[in-house]
């Protein structure tokens, strides 16, 4: 099992949809999470954190669920520009510094 | 300009050569990584370094090795290349004593290896 899984897509939403990405991590003790977004062929770049108590930015809403070992990330209104692949990424400090990267999740948004 | 800055960024060689990837950056961070990506597959760390003197394996660390020549700078290099590492290779920083984790990277380095 891989310590970070996501679903790799792709999800073809049109304009102005809902779209939601769920991302599970194997260590409970896990203890910062990100979503980074990467377009074809560019270097990754961070969405955004996610804290315990959910946390919103514009259209973005990413929530952490440590009971069921997920994260998600909610996309309201999707834009034409929110075509690209969206990675998971989970930080643990126990035992050692590691950081995983989800394979991530492709969204294209179609007008 | 970007602030981490990856040379080649493209580069094609033969089984057998030497292949040095380098990367510089204008962050002022102590921490700088080395990252492979695949299709299907995370970015996968290869070495990190917390500081000049301070290097450490990642997951994949063979047939890879590493130079932080300054702060400022840290080198990949591939002693005798192999076709299984093609991939597209990334150079980050990080500043930890921000508290955010986050990561900068730089634009990549696409290597294939024929």
């Known amino acids: 099992r891989k310590e970070v899984e996501q679903d790799p897509g792709p999800f073809n939403v049109p304009e102005g949809a809902t779209v939601a990405f769920n991302c599970t991590y194997s260590n409970s003790a896990s203890q910062s999470f990100f979503w980074y977004r990467q377009d074809c062929r560019k270097e990754p770049k961070l969405l955004m954190s996610?804290?315990?108590s959910g946390n919103e930015d514009g259209r973005f809403t990413a929530q952490l669920n440590r009971a069921s070992q997920y994260i998600s990330l909610l996309i309201r209104d999707s834009k034409l520009s929110d075509s690209a692949t969206y990675l998971c990424?989970?930080?643990?400090?126990?035992?050692?510094?590691?950081?995983?990267f989800g394979a991530g999740t492709r969204l294209f948004v179609k007008a | 300009d970007a602030d981490v800055t990856q040379t080649p960024r493209n580069r094609i060689t033969k089984t057998g050569k030497r292949i040095m990837l380098e990367c510089s950056q204008t962050k002022g961070h102590d921490r700088m990584y080395w990252y492979r990506q695949d299709p299907g597959l995370g970015l996968r760390l290869i070495y990190y370094?917390?500081?000049?003197?301070?290097?450490n394996k990642g997951e994949i660390s063979d047939g890879y090795s590493v130079s932080r020549q300054a702060q400022a700078k840290f080198s990949l290099s591939l002693e005798s290349a192999i076709p299984n590492q093609t991939a597209l290779y990334f150079c980050?920083?990080?500043?930890f004593g921000q508290g955010t984790g986050e990561l900068f990277f730089g634009e990549g380095s696409r290597l294939t290896v024929l």
């Open positions: 990424v989970v930080n643990t400090y126990t035992g050692g510094f590691k950081t995983i």
């Open positions: 370094s917390f500081d000049v003197k301070d290097i």
């Open positions: 980050a920083t990080s500043d």
């Open positions: 996610v804290y315990s």
